[in-house]
Structures are given as C-alpha cells and as structure tokens.
C-alpha cells in the first residue's frame, strides 16, 4: 500500500466518495496536505485519511476510510502510524480521533495506544468517544 498526500487530481476522488466533509473544504484541506490517499499497488485508490486540529493546535484524525474489499489488511494501521509519524515530524506531541461509542474503531485505535480522554453527546447521536496519545 501507498499512502500519497491528496493533490488536486484527487478532488473529484473525495467529492464523491467522502459523504462527511462539506465541498467547499476539500481544495483547501489538499493544499494543506490535510488528506492521504491510500493506494493499492495497482496505484488504484483504495481510501483516504483526513484531519484537521483540535482548538486550532492539536492535530485531530478526522476520517479513515478504507473501501470494503481492502479492509482487514493492516492498511488502517498503516495510515494511522505513517500519519502520527508526520506530525511528529511538525513537532507535535500529542494527536486526537473520535469515534462513536457504537463503532468497533474505538478497539482499534486502543490498540495503537490511544487513551479515552473524554466525550460528546449530541442530541439523537450515540456518544462519541475522544481520545488522544503521546507521541513522545
């Protein structure tokens, strides 16, 4: 698997296959290298990674998909090391994710050493589960 970061070529790629990030964020999110691409090695597009930052400071995973037929093969894992890595690389410290409490993915990111480090409640949601790690 590849993991490229997004350029302007990938924007119709994430127009249409992210239904969670409104459209008029996509091209600067790519300028600001704030999404990956995952690839096959056929260099087929298999998924993205994005983020964003947390009270404009703390770098936070917003979105890992990974289309079904690639699941399973350690591509998750891989995007969410090569990631912590790069921001490590920007002198961060410290990283954050969500996720719904009714989702598998909270197992998966404690895991990789993610703590629970609090919650939201939205109305009619599921509490989604905060959490951080160290990247000391």
């Known amino acids: 698997m590849r993991i490229i970061a997004a350029t302007i070529s990938d924007y119709a790629y994430i127009r249409e296959h992210d239904r969670h990030i409104i459209e008029k964020l996509i091209l600067p999110k790519i300028r600001q290298n704030e999404i ?25 995973m917003n979105m890992i ?18 990631w912590e890595e790069e921001m490590k690389k920007m002198g961060f410290t410290c990283v954050m994710t969500s996720t719904l409490a009714n989702e598998e993915a909270q197992h998966f990111y404690r895991k990789l050493g993610y703590r629970d480090s609090g919650c939201l409640i939205l109305e009619e949601e599921p509490l989604e589960i905060l959490l951080t790690k160290s990247l000391k």
């Open 65 to 82: 998909w990974i289309d079904e037929a690639h699941r399973n093969r350690g591509f998750g894992k891989k995007v969410v090391l090569f």
């Open 36 to 60: 990956y691409i995952l690839q096959h090695e056929s260099e087929m597009n298999v998924g993205w990674m994005r983020y964003g930052y947390f009270w404009d400071n703390t770098p936070f």
